[in-house]
Each structure stands twice: as structure tokens, then as C-alpha cells.
């Protein structure tokens, strides 16, 4: 099955800088790999998702990028602001294949300093 | 409804106890997930539902999990003789089609905890 791999497990970034979180997949079929955001004690929620016919999406300050070959994607938030800090988890699947539900990362913990 | 609903949010039992947890999900959303989730990991993949059928139940760890949705709305998640290794937040999400076709829409979730 599908192995999901993310990093940093926490990360620490000035309020205005960017920050990088970085996941590797392992199942070369997997074309569908959301990014979600979990602040403490609520339910993640979808920030953006990118499949695997393109290799960059934007929306906002949230970009997503994706290397098939290398089997990694990365999410990328810009001008990050405190309301950015949470826990973010990436995941991937095989949309449209096997009847798998999604496989998620570890999540990064994401803290924004003032 | 407006969101996914799971009940109970807590659930407190002690080990060897039999356990159930309801969610209902987004009214018109065919498919149905439940996850696992433990502090400080990821969402951990235990069964989904297209419609009334489990299309895939890969992720249930053992026998003592079960999962219903007898008519394809309301799933019930049923724990046997609950052992402390079961204490995790379950999450139910559910989606307009099935994996990949949209977004998951995931509940609060239901804090279940085995002494």
C-alpha cells in the first residue's frame, strides 16, 4: 500500500517569512495528493490539492508542487501571518483506481512567531 | 446536513467494553470514510463506504472494528471488547463521489478513551 512520508515534523518561521513542508509518496500510482489543515482540537480541512497532470497550483499565498518522478510534492506558503499557524497534513491516493482511502503524513506543526 | 456530525464527541469506557460511534454525513455524499487518529499522527485509514457497501475496510486493524451503513447515509462504527491501544480520536469524512473526486469533508470527530 500507499507510504506517505512528511517533513519537518515542526516548523518554526517568522510571521511575513515562507515557509516549505515537504511529503514523498511511494506508490507510483497515486495521482491525487490534498493538503489539509488541522488547528488544535478541530477537523482538518482541505487547503488545496493538486493531481497529478499538472506540476504547480496557486491559489493565494498557498502554492503546491509535485515531482512524479521523484514521488514528492510540497507545499509552500507565502507572507505566512499567525492564522497560518496550525497543523498541516499531506496525503495521497489513487483517484479513480483502487477503492483506497486516503493515506496522510505525519503532519508538520507549523508556528508562526510574531 | 450542513456538516458531518459524529456522535459522541467523548466516550469514555473501560477496557473489554463494547463501543459505537455514529456519524452522518453530509446530505447527497455517496462515499463515507472513517480514520483513526493519535496524538500527534496523522489521520489513520480504516474503511470506506460507497454508498451501503464497504468498497474497501483495508485499514481495519482487527476483527473487533466494524463498520455499518445499511442505507447509505448514517455509518456506525462498532468497537469489541475495547482495549486501551484502541484510545484515539475517530474521525468520519465524507465526499460528493469517491476518493480524489472531491473534497473530504471530515466531522469534529469522537474522542474515545479505553481505561
Known amino acids: 500500500g500507499e507510504n506517505v512520508e512528511q517533513h519537518p515534523s515542526t516548523l518554526s518561521v517568522q510571521e511575513g517569512d515562507s515557509a516549505v513542508i515537504k511529503c514523498t509518496y511511494s506508490?507510483?500510482?497515486?495521482?491525487?495528493f490534498p493538503w489539509y489543515k488541522q488547528e488544535l482540537g478541530k477537523r482538518p480541512q482541505l487547503i488545496i490539492d493538486?493531481?497529478?497532470?499538472?506540476g504547480e497550483k496557486k491559489d493565494q499565498r498557498i502554492a503546491v508542487t509535485l515531482n512524479k518522478t521523484a514521488k514528492h510534492f510540497s507545499l509552500h506558503i507565502t507572507e505566512t501571518q499567525p492564522e497560518d499557524s496550525a497543523v498541516y497534513f499531506c496525503?495521497?491516493?489513487?483517484?479513480?483506481?483502487?477503492?483506497?482511502?486516503?493515506?496522510f503524513g505525519k503532519g508538520t506543526h507549523l508556528i508562526i512567531q510574531p | 446536513g450542513a456538516g458531518v456530525s459524529q456522535t459522541p464527541s467523548n466516550k469514555v469506557t473501560e477496557k473489554g467494553k463494547y463501543v459505537e460511534l455514529r456519524c452522518d454525513p453530509i446530505?447527497?455524499?455517496?462515499?463515507l470514510y472513517w480514520y483513526r487518529q493519535s496524538l500527534g499522527q496523522g489521520p489513520e485509514f480504516l474503511i470506506y463506504?460507497?454508498?451501503?457497501?464497504?468498497?474497501?475496510d483495508s485499514g481495519l486493524p482487527n476483527d473487533r472494528f466494524f463498520a455499518v451503513r445499511p442505507e447509505g447515509s448514517v455509518s456506525t462504527l462498532k468497537i469489541q471488547r475495547t482495549e486501551r491501544g484502541d484510545s484515539a480520536v475517530y474521525l468520519c469524512?465524507?465526499?460528493?463521489?469517491?476518493?480524489?473526486?472531491?473534497?473530504?469533508?471530515f466531522g469534529e470527530g469522537s474522542r474515545l478513551t479505553v481505561l
Open positions: 463506504f460507497q454508498g451501503t457497501g464497504a468498497a474497501d
Open positions: 446530505s447527497g455524499h455517496t462515499a
Open positions: 469524512a465524507s465526499s460528493l463521489g469517491g476518493v480524489g473526486t472531491g473534497e473530504l469533508f
Open positions: 493538486i493531481r497529478s497532470n499538472v
Open positions: 496525503a495521497a491516493a489513487e483517484s479513480g483506481g483502487g477503492a483506497d482511502g486516503l493515506t
Open positions: 506508490d507510483s500510482a497515486s495521482n491525487y
